[in-house]
């Protein structure tokens, strides 16, 4: 039994592998890491103010139920307007913005090998 590696039973030789990226590749990489860095920054944002910044519910104790019933629809009208907002700015900044950007870079990066 030696010291040191065994030797591989597939002889691979030096010219195989994988080229080197250039700079481009590699700044494509960066930002396209970055894009969906922001991406699911945007993300996390939207979630937190979706769950955390709702108007709060209506105190309805010692109401009529006329007024309960339109302290509710009111709510309900609150709510959704409050929800459609940050919903606009999710779809207007990630699905319009940065998906259309990351699939533009992911076909660059992984496209570019058919045609070489």
Known sequence: MGV??????IAIPASVGAKKATFREMSAVVF?????AFAAAVTIWVVYFLL???PPY??????SSADVKASIENYHD????????ILDVFETVVTKAILPLVLLLFGYLFGRGAGD
């Open 32 to 36: 396209l890491v970055l894009l969906i």
């Open 78 to 85: 609150l709510a959704r307007e409050w929800r459609d907002g």
């Open 52 to 54: 955390d910044k709702a």
């Open 58 to 63: 209506p105190q309805i104790a010692g109401m």
């Open 4 to 9: 040191g590696p065994a030797a591989h039973p």
